[in-house]
């Protein structure tokens, strides 16, 4: 049975700065925050906007496909959620007004949550194959103003409904893992900014990918050649361009330049996003298939999920016939395209603005509500939402 990823949703704040802009602020080359690290704008996310309100205008995207009969599982993951006990998937299943009659859940393992879900997922409708599962990947990536992880901010959430017979693609039963306790990268549950040992992580990102990858290629007998495109987890896009360039020299120089064509594709939506932690794999998935013209039915995909902490996994997937009907490139390009641009001094407030973890009861601030839900408030230390 072919199970799989049916339709996916993105949605990212409708505010975001010029990272050429604030490297002038912060006095570092341009050209370091663009090459060296690859990324060209930052979504900013206003107090309003959370995994929640993120997460539930992903999945109002792909509503018209859910069928209310046959959801069972309504999945969160994400490592920025919004309470210590109650799945934020609650909250969404509430704003978007899916069934009462599904499992609902958060899931976390830093970055890898969204593939953890999407694991769950397949491995659900496998055991129930006429259901639906629905996976959310949203998180708000925050290290901090002046830090050096800055640039590698960003926020967004991604929805992907899974099932049998997918209209998008065939996730295969071939997955390498790998999983060790290191110190790469970690959010203590005091705070809403991320700690990082940053260049080690970028080292242990490598390794666990050339680990998953060696083991994959053992256990399948696959190599490059059976590829048509590689995605990576992309925290910011050089990351995934290192990892497949550890790989490069196992191909001819034709399939090298083509697999570097097909990366270029899927950066796109990142480059212009940040890292969306836990949604970074399927943000790159989902620019790939929207604007890689060149992309066909039967072709297969290698994804690289990697989670600090950490666990990598590598696993393909091959698109169905009919795949690009199931697409809205130019509604997501039209919606990066609206976006607001914010000068570096007001993304410093709107940034300073959303300190839930300083503030028991806050109001958020109508002057960035934005998309179709929003955080109004947290009274009595309970988070008050509201469809716009
Ligand atoms: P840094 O110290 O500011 O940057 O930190 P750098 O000095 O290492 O420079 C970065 C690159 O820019 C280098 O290229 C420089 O050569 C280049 P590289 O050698 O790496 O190829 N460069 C220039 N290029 C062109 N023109 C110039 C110029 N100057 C320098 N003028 C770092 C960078 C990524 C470490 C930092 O931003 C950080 O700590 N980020 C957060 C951690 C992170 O993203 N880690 C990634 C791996 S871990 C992961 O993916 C998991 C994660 O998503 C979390 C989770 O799982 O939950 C983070």
């Known amino acids: 049975m072919d199970i799989g990823i049916d339709q996916m949703g993105l949605y990212s704040p409708d505010f975001y700065i010029d990272l050429r802009q604030l490297a002038e602020v912060r006095g570092d080359d341009p050209d370091k925050y663009t090459i060296g690290i690859g990324q060209d704008e930052q979504a900013v996310p206003p107090s309003s906007q959370d995994v929640v ?21 309504i999945v969160l993951g994400t490592e920025s959620g919004v ?44 055991a129930h194959p006429t259901k639906q599962a629905l996976v959310i990947a949203a998180d708000i990536a925050r290290y901090g ?3 050096a992880g800055e640039v590698t901010q960003g926020a967004g959430a991604v929805a992907m409904l899974v099932s049998a017979a997918p209209r998008l693609l065939v996730i295969n039963d071939d997955s390498a893992v790998h999983a060790e306790d290191i110190g790469d990268f970690w959010r203590p549950v005091y705070t809403n900014q991320a700690l990082a040992r940053g260049k080690y992580s970028t ?45 490069l020299p196992e191909a001819d120089a034709a399939k090298q330049q083509d697999l570097l064509m097909h990366f270029d594709h899927s950066i796109q939506y990142s480059r212009r996003i940040g890292n969306l932690y836990t949604g970074s794999l399927y943000l790159g998935l989902l620019s790939l298939l929207e604007n890689d013209s060149s992309l066909a039915a039967g072709d297969r995909l290698g994804l690289f999920s990697y ?82």
């Open 53 to 73: 309100t993120m997460g539930a205008a992903a999945v109002q995207q792909i509503q018209a496909s859910i069928d209310a009969e046959r959801l069972g599982l």
């Open 145 to 147: 103003l002046n830090t």
């Open 203 to 247: 080292e242990q990102y490598l390794r666990f990918f050339q680990l998953a990858w060696a083991a994959y290629k053992k256990a399948t007998g696959l190599g490059l050649a059976d590829f048509k495109a590689l995605t990576f987890h992309l925290p910011y896009t050089k990351m995934g361009l290192k990892a497949l360039r550890q790989v």
């Open 307 to 388: 989670g600090s902490g950490a666990v990598g996994e590598f696993f393909s997937a091959v698109l169905v016939e009919g795949f690009e009907k199931q697409l809205h490139g130019a509604a997501h390009a039209g919606a990066l395209n609206a976006r607001r641009a914010l000068s570096i001094a007001e993304y410093e407030r709107v940034f300073q603005d959303a300190v839930p973890y300083a503030k028991a009861d806050y109001q958020t601030n109508p002057d960035y509500y934005a998309g179709p839900f929003v955080l109004t408030a947290v009274t009595g230390q309970e988070r008050q939402y509201q469809a716009r």
């Open 83 to 126: 309470d210590a006990s109650k799945a934020g998937a609650l909250f969404i299943q509430k704003l978007t007004g899916l069934p009462q009659t599904a499992r609902v859940l958060e899931i976390k393992e830093a970055c890898y949550g969204g593939t953890a879900g999407l694991m769950m997922a397949r491995d659900y409708v496998a």
